[in-house]
Nanobody
Framework: QVQLVESGGGLVQAGGSLTPSCSAS????????MVWYRQAPGKKREFVAR????????YEESGKGRFTSSREGQPKNIVYLHMSGMKPEDTAVYYC?????????WGQGTQVTVSS
């Protein structure tokens, strides 16, 4: 059974750093890339970052230069989203997402709150 579990959210002051992680129950290289999304209260879920199978990353515009996605393969199977220079507008529930054979998998999310 494929499961994704996020952790590592929390409360941080503006300008600080946080590194949520996403642990997979299967080899992360089985996924067609891993993607981070976030959803703030009253807003739609939005793309944050992606790391593809080859390790190439891309980021939503506001995260460029501040966010870095990385990963550890077997046996840990974890994807990270390191966030620095955080802003109150980064406050949201952060989700990881992966796709295997056209089926999407989501974690339950981890809350990130940035105080001003």
């Amino acid at each position: 059974q494929v499961q994704l579990v996020e952790s590592g959210g929390g409360l941080v002051q503006a300008g600080g750093s946080l590194t949520p992680s996403c642990s997979a129950s299967v080899n992360i290289f089985e996924f067609n890339g891993m993607v981070w999304y976030r959803q703030a209260p009253g807003k739609k879920r939005e793309f944050v970052a992606r790391i593809n199978v080859g390790g190439k990353t891309n980021y939503e515009e506001s995260g460029k230069g501040r966010f870095t996605s990385s990963r550890e393969g077997q046996p840990k199977n974890i994807v990270y989203l390191h966030m620095s220079g955080m802003k109150p507008e980064d406050t949201a529930v952060y989700y990881c997402n992966g796709n295997i054979l056209s089926r999407d998998y989501w974690g339950q999310g981890t809350q990130v709150t940035v105080s001003s």
